[in-house]
């Protein structure tokens, strides 16, 4: 498959896979717009991401695990071009996204959540993460990520992931998204409280700095991802500034 029809070839698939992130938040958006409506608007959000599937920059397809953040991203993506229509303000639209994938974790059982997360801290793991982070450094294709896997550094965390490029950040920016990355960012640490992982970040590209520098605790205590935070200050140590919880 060339890169320019990958996305093509999935387009009925990608396009009902939408409904798994608005269906969480649909009593939220009848609260807004009343039931007819909000029917209006969810379907004005498949159209709109229909619109975005072409558009979706080929990072390597099916052997690119970020091809799929990069494809849900775009769900978020929709929602933001047609809740501003109605002049929903951001936080609010950065706070619907939240809800859905708050719920689609809530709807996990807990005992499957902690072994994903554990996993993620075996050894095999790592190693598949620090051969797909050394490819990314290849820089093949131009709206990929790039980054960095090291382990921890024996007191402050267990694992570290650097990011000196991410594909949201970039094609966001080509669709004139950019203020909406940081709710995106934020996302993390729904996911990795959901993992029962402690995340703590002082860099985030979305939020304009060099990196994104995750540092993972596998036993620690996860901050809750709202109300969200963002990263004020790119030259914090990470070591001696960790986020209030």
């Not at 047609?82 to 807990?110: C, H, Q, W």
């Not at 990929?144 to 970039?170: F, H, P, R, S």
């Not at 540092?215 to 500034?241: A, H, L, S, Y």
Request: charged residues 30%; positive net charge.
């Amino acid at each position: 498959m060339s890169e320019n029809d990958y996305y093509i070839k999935q387009k009925d698939k990608l396009s009902k896979s939408i409904e798994k992130f608005l269906k969480p938040i649909t009593p939220e958006l009848i609260d807004i717009f009343g039931n007819k409506e909000a029917s209006a608007v969810k379907l004005k959000v498949k159209n709109e991401y229909n619109k975005l599937i072409p558009q979706f920059p080929y990072i390597g397809g099916d052997d690119n695990k970020l091809t799929s953040n990069l494809v849900q991203a775009s769900w978020g993506l929709a929602l933001y071009r047609v809740l501003a229509e109605y002049d929903i303000e951001l936080y609010d639209i950065g706070k619907l996204i939240y809800l859905s994938l708050t719920r689609y974790f809530n709807k996990m059982p807990r005992f499957i959540r902690r072994i994903m997360g554990k996993r993620m801290f075996s050894k095999s793991k790592v190693r598949k993460m620090k051969r797909r982070a050394f490819i990314s450094r290849e820089k093949k294709y131009p709206y990929d990520w790039v980054w960095e896997v090291n382990d921890g550094d024996g007191i402050n965390y267990d694992l570290a992931i650097d990011y000196t490029e991410c594909g949201i950040v970039k094609f966001f920016h080509d669709q004139e998204a950019d203020e909406l990355v940081p709710y995106l960012c934020n996302l993390d640490y729904v996911i990795f409280k959901a993992l029962g992982i402690e995340l703590h970040r002082t860099k985030t590209l979305g939020c304009g700095c060099d990196c994104c520098n995750f540092r993972f605790i596998k036993n620690g205590t996860p901050r809750e991802p709202w109300p969200p935070f963002f990263v004020n200050d790119c030259d914090t140590n990470i070591n001696n500034n960790k986020p209030a919880n």
